[in-house]
């Protein structure tokens, strides 16, 4: 558009650059200008040109040369663009000059240009200027002009815009008129000039006097109505929702609401005293008490005032206290969340209707009586600015106002009339200033009032203090809000509202600008706050009943909940001296943990996908912990907690769907609940995470390799370069080394990757070598799986090679396992037959309440999916029944007690079978297979000879190769090929039936830990016990299966 | 002025890169770089013609804005586009990418195409050059050299390191001079061609206009009052 027109002056910019910027040149323009001083159809493309030229002769006189400014205004050649732009010369004309004062204004860098330019008030004429605001590109053009001016705004620049003696403040007053503009860019320019505005203010006390006298009260009524307008749309629009159908617009209307809690901090954070008074008492008893803590109150009283439910209102004021800081604000509100009484709430409403309905301290959700514009006007020299009416695309909700509210127009018509006859600027009627001192002393009363009761009120003794604290029993105290807000933690069927709860008292405890004491009273500590004895029992309660029914099967805590309230019991108990948590709360945490330990078992299975998620699991958790106001921008928690992953909800702000989702919840929940414990007991973490940063080999470390196989290889990286290096494989890692120059069979690492996410392949047409990969797993959701190594490796003859591909892969598996052991080791899986005692026992608490569930899971599997194990088992004929039991003894083999990966001595043999476990058991866990057919185990008393151990390994060695180690979807096609479904949870039923049946069986905790295990096949198992003679440790346990097992058989038959 | 589709734009990037630049020689080429000037603007917008469709790209600087937390985070949302703009020669801007699109992605719609630029700021002795442009229009002349040479002497930030990081994060990449407008158009362009895909693709609500895009009067009237807004349209501004 702009770029089109290229008229004549501008044409020769390539030759003559030199005279086109000099004050020759502007005298030129100049005379130019001159000439045309009318706008018409043939020179209006001249008109523009010369405007824009001179625009760049400024910005290079500002740059080089000051004289052009002074020929500049010697010449007022800025009237020469007034006039152009009152000649209603026509939207291009005026697009185009707008562009050049922009341009103009934002390039200028020395004051005194700027001063030229500003003086003379030709700017405030053009900022008054009627402009077609209908149009949206000349309403962009203009705002931004205003909001460029505003950037330009100092203590010395602002009297060229704000007139005292006029009372006269275009460009603040022109741009707050566009303060609920449909579009949103201008509404952001408006806040910026408003901020801009109010920081310069500071300095400045006359203007602030204006700003606060003649446009606060318009404006800030103005604003909190709309903000309010859009909190009932949000609330209808989470009424109204049907499927999540609402959420984009819901998420817009949210997005929205915390722009303007983030602006009204952004001014209350200028920290300009006059202004925050008016704003928070316009924000307190306009909007937040009226609206939002009212609504928490959920009786019908009250009648006809405007509400919103529960959840939103919850929602709402976290945000506020999550954003706002200001201390007169948000101590006022906590005061009346935490001890508003019911009663005083409704005096007070009464008492203030009393009053005239125009005052800022009644505490209601009105209507502003007129709009910003009209009070604008009224508040300065009426009558003028009445003619100058410009066209406004508010015009028809003007129109609309008035007849909503015909006695206060017609007070109001009165006055302006009154106004009118006043005549000139800057005459206040009497009226006016009456009513603005009113307001002021009203104020001061209110906040008197409420000084004197908080005083009151901090009077109360430590016996008043602790009842206070124990709310269900408060009935000296009637405190509807706080009631309410404990009472939605109570919910049992859902954590719709306790989550709002949590982030609500989490927002409020993290407020920089509450008063301690106030939060004290109802033992609702700050975050390191500095000592504490007590804490808040009925709140700890029920947090622990939360994380209680986090850890159920079919708990309906969302993990955010769950995590939320590991924060907040974190903050009620941990002091710098340890944990002041009473034993019958610590024991019921132990509880909750135990009962965590016991879902994850649910879903445990040997399999790559289970280590992986479980790895993943704990990364992203550590690494994304909870950020509680991000918690909270998200629109998507407002709507009733759903399951399904279709509505793009975040997996942890909604309840898992499918037995992925609900293993990977179910680790979550161990994660937090482990680390919860730990934290509250004062015990450092030493599992987790399962590979540990610091034991791990890195770059230039120097290793001591005499001892070591090396391979010599050449690496060719996918960039071509060639490097001569020592391969060498550790337990969890490969490493390419370098001899080390200083000492003797020493090397230096030169690169080291994790194993288990390794893949290696053969080069088709080259025997020597070796496609090797190795992913970094993806650390957020926004990057992928990043290959940290991507390489061919090059060996001196085929052998080497293949003794490399088998050591690499033997590892990866090697080390995939230990870390399935340790995860063995973590949940308390029995491992070693003599420790299976102790580790029963310590189960034992928390199992007699956790098996009637799965006794009746149990049931209810086995009755409505018969058909399913059935046609199962038809196709799980390949995995030899053995597999499974081969698993048990996996399990129970390596030593409980050490914890660690169990030595590399875990018997070589051992681990070939049970990683070909692992992969057996992930068909059969994936199934009610658990039934194996009693037939099937006696059918095939040959199979245990496949699986022979070297066999078995070169099966996953060949997996290993061609499998991404991170793909699970691969990895779970590739089984479900052969097998069946691989990531339906591990069932319990049979076993389940074992623990009711013989309930003290030490292996029935194993039992329910493996793939499941029918009872028949178990039995069978155990006529076949020499079979399973290639693993270490097996008869054992193999042994105990079976005394565990021939109880129920008699029961099945 | 008729369009199809409004698209907004921001432009982010530590202060002093040359975003207010790249803007003005985007929207309006009547100031041509090529005198020694600098001049930058705010706003801006301009019509391009995407798969036979006008659409008109309104572009706005957050520059000097930071201060405030409300406003940068609203402009993030109500925009489609984003430019993400550092400077070659100051390690320090590329440095600060992560934390700018953190916030871009925290605050925009998730829609929200970026593109990142590696654009080199004037104010040298030579007027630079872009590498681009030495290699396509095969400028051989000796002060070319010695731009070129002198940019490639201050430049702290390789190109590939900005392609790495354009990969990493899932952005479009681009290096840009806005003295010499190379690659300035195309950034733009290729922005706005990407978010036209993507809602040919259904992914962006188009309805909603907090996503920063709006549809043209000529789309969304019915022919009675397309007419009607042509006439005006050509009252007011018919010329341009």
């Known amino acids: 558009m702009f770029g089109r027109s290229r008229s004549w002056v501008g044409g020769g910019h390539g030759k003559s650059s030199r005279n086109i910027h000099s004050l020759d040149h502007l005298k030129y323009l100049y005379h130019v200008l001159t000439k045309n001083t009318t706008v018409t159809e043939q020179n209006r493309n001249l008109l523009v040109e010369t405007i824009r030229s001179i625009t760049e002769i400024l910005i290079w006189g500002d740059q080089n040369d000051s004289s052009v400014f002074d020929f500049f205004l010697e010449k007022n050649m800025f009237v020469f663009f007034l006039n152009i732009l009152r000649q209603k010369s026509g939207r291009y004309v005026c697009v185009q000059l707008l562009q050049t004062l922009n341009i103009l204004f934002e390039n200028i860098s020395h004051e005194t240009s700027l001063y030229y330019l500003l003086s003379n008030n030709y700017v405030n004429s053009i900022i008054v200027h009627k402009f077609d605001f209908s149009d949206e590109e000349i309403m962009a053009y203009y705002i931004s002009f205003l909001k460029t001016l505003s950037l330009k705004l100092n203590n010395h620049t602002v009297h060229f815009f704000y007139n005292e003696h006029t009372n006269d403040f275009a460009l603040y007053t022109e741009a707050i008129k566009f303060f609920n503009h449909p579009e949103s860019m201008v509404r952001i320019a408006v806040r910026t000039i408003t901020l801009n505005v109010y920081k310069v203010s500071l300095d400045n006390q006359a203007m602030l006097h204006y700003i606060r006298d003649k446009t606060a009260v318009p404006y800030f009524s103005n604003l909190v109505w709309f903000i309010g307008s859009h909190v009932i749309e949000l609330d209808d629009c989470v009424q109204t929702d049907e499927e999540h159908r609402n959420r984009g617009k819901l998420s817009d209307l949210v997005a929205e609401h915390l722009d303007h809690l983030h602006y009204l901090n952004d001014i209350l954070i200028i920290n300009c005293e006059f202004l925050n008074d008016v704003l928070t008492d316009h924000l307190l008893n306009r909007l937040f008490l009226p609206l939002y803590v009212y609504s928490l109150e959920n009786q019908d009283k009250g009648g006809e005032r405007p509400k919103i439910s529960l959840p939103v209102s919850l929602y709402l004021l976290s945000q506020v206290f999550l954003i706002i800081h200001h201390a007169p604000l948000v101590n006022s509100l906590a005061e009346v969340i935490l001890n508003g009484d019911l009663s005083e709430m409704y005096a007070k409403t009464e008492q203030d209707v009393q009053r005239s309905s125009a005052k800022p301290s009644i505490r209601c959700f009105i209507k502003p009586t007129e709009t910003l514009e009209r009070s604008l006007e009224m508040n300065k020299h009426k009558g003028k600015r009445r003619v100058q009416k410009r066209p406004n695309y508010k015009n028809v909700g003007e129109e609309e106002d008035e007849e909503k509210v015909p006695t206060e127009d017609a007070q109001e018509d009165a006055e302006k009339a009154k106004g009118t006859e006043g005549g000139s600027k800057g005459i206040k009627t009497s009226g006016e200033s009456e009513e603005i001192e009113m307001v002021i002393m009203e104020r001061s009363k209110l906040s008197e009032l409420a000084a004197s009761t908080s005083v009151q009120e901090q009077n109360t003794t430590d016996e008043e203090k602790s009842a206070a604290a124990t709310c269900s029993e408060s009935a000296q105290w009637s405190r509807p809000f706080l009631d309410m807000v404990y009472h939605a933690l109570d919910s049992p069927d859902d954590d719709y509202h306790a989550l709002f709860v949590l982030c609500l008292l989490y927002a409020m405890s993290h407020n920089k600008g509450i008063d301690p004491e106030k939060l004290e009273r109802i033992q609702l500590p700050v975050p390191n706050a500095v000592e504490k004895t007590t804490y808040n029992h009925p709140l700890a309660e029920r947090l622990i009943r939360i994380m209680n029914n986090a850890a159920q099967p079919d708990g309906k805590i969302r993990l955010a909940t769950l995590e939320l309230s590991c924060l907040l019991l974190k903050q009620q108990v941990l002091t710098s001296a340890g944990c002041i948590m009473k034993d019958v709360h610590l024991a019921c945490l132990e509880g909750a943990r135990e009962e965590s330990v016991h879902l994850v078992r649910h879903f445990y299975k040997g399999e790559d996908i289970f280590l992986d998620m479980f790895e993943d699991e704990y990364r992203s958790m550590t690494m994304k912990p909870m950020n509680v106001e991000y918690l909270m921008m998200d629109a998507s928690i407002l709507l009733p907690p759903t399951g399904t992953p279709l509505t793009g909800i975040d997996f942890v702000k909604r309840l898992p769907c499918g037995d992925v989702e609900k293993t990977r919840r179910a680790i979550r929940v161990f994660f937090m609940l482990r680390s919860l414990s730990l934290q509250l007991r004062g015990e450092p973490e030493t599992q987790l995470p399962l590979t540990r940063e610091e034991d791990l080999i890195k770059t230039d470390d120097v290793l001591d390799l005499n001892n070591s196989d090396l391979i010599a290889c050449t690496v060719i990286t996918k960039d071509g370069g060639m490097v001569q290096r020592f391969l060498a494989v550790d337990i969890y890692q490969m490493s390419l080394v370098e001899p080390d120059v200083s000492r003797l069979g020493w090397g230096v690492v030169k690169f080291a990757g994790l194993l288990q996410d390794m893949q290696v392949t053969g080069v088709e047409d080259d025997s020597r070598a070796l496609n090797i990969t190795i992913h970094k797993p993806a650390s957020s959701p926004h990057s992928k799986p990043f290959p940290i190594l991507q390489a061919t490796f090059i060996f001196s003859d085929h052998i080497r090679c293949i003794i490399a591909k088998q050591r690499l892969a033997k590892g990866r598996i090697q080390a995939r396992r230990m870390k399935m052991q340790r995860i063995a080791a973590l949940l308390d899986l029995p491992i070693q037959p003599t420790t299976e005692v102790l580790g029963f026992g310590l189960g034992s608490s928390t199992s007699t309440q956790h098996l009637p569930f799965r006794f009746y899971d149990q049931g209810r599997r086995g009755s409505s999916d018969p058909t399913v194990q059935r046609s199962v088992f038809a196709s799980v004929d390949k995995v030899p029944g053995f597999a499974v039991a081969q698993c048990i003894n996996q399990h129970s083999s390596p030593s409980l007690s050490s914890q660690s990966p169990p030595s590399a001595s875990g018997s070589p043999s051992g681990s070939g079978s049970t990683s070909h476990c692992d992969s057996g058991g992930t068909s059969s866990s994936s199934t009610p297979s658990t039934a194996q057919s009693p037939a099937d185990a006696p059918m095939t008393p040959e199979l245990p000879k496949p699986h022979l151990p070297d066999q078995l390994v070169i099966v996953n060695e060949t997996e290993a190769d061609s499998k991404p180690s991170k793909n699970m979807a691969r990895s779970a096609a590739v089984e479900t090929a052969s097998l069946s479904p691989s990531l339906v949870p591990a069932q319990q039923p049979t076993i389940s039936l074992l623990c009711e049946d013989t309930a003290d069986t030490l292996s029935v905790e194993s039992l329910t830990l493996v793939p499941p295990v029918d009872p028949h096949s178990l039995r069978s198992l155990t006529g076949i016990p020499p079979l399973s003679t290639p693993a270490a440790a097996c008869t054992e346990p193999l042994g105990e299966e079976a005394a565990c097992a021939e109880p129920v058989g008699p029961a099945e038959d | ?240």
């Open chain 2, 1 to 240: 002025m008729a369009y199809a589709y409004l698209f907004k734009y921001i432009i982010i990037g530590d202060t002093g890169v040359g975003k207010s630049c790249l803007l003005l020689q985007f929207t309006d080429k009547r100031f041509q770089p090529v005198h020694d000037l600098t001049i930058g603007v705010e706003f801006g917008a301009r019509m391009i013609t995407i798969d036979g469709k006008q659409i008109k790209l309104q572009i706005w600087d957050t520059a000097g804005q930071e201060s405030f937390r409300s406003i940068t985070r609203s402009y993030y949302r109500g925009a489609a586009g984003a430019l993400l703009v550092y400077d070659i020669t100051r390690r320090d801007t590329f440095n600060h990418l992560t934390t700018w699109l953190e916030d871009a992605r925290q605050h925009s719609n998730s829609n929200m195409v970026i593109m990142l630029i590696g654009n080199k700021r004037t104010q040298s002795a030579f007027p630079w050059t872009g590498i681009i442009c030495i290699y396509s229009h095969k400028l051989t002349s000796l002060s070319a050299i010695f731009e070129n040479v002198d940019l490639e002497s201050r430049r702290e930030v390789k190109k590939e390191e900005g392609e790495a990081f354009a990969r990493e994060h899932g952005l479009i990449f681009m290096e840009t001079s806005a003295k010499t407008a190379s690659n300035v158009e195309e950034a733009f362009i290729n922005t706005a061609k990407e978010i036209y895909e993507k809602i040919q693709e259904g992914v962006f609500d188009i309805n909603n206009e907090a996503n920063g895009i709006k549809i043209g009067p000529q789309h969304a009237a019915t022919n009675a009052t397309h007419a009607g807004n042509q006439g005006g349209q050509q009252a007011g501004g018919g010329c341009c």
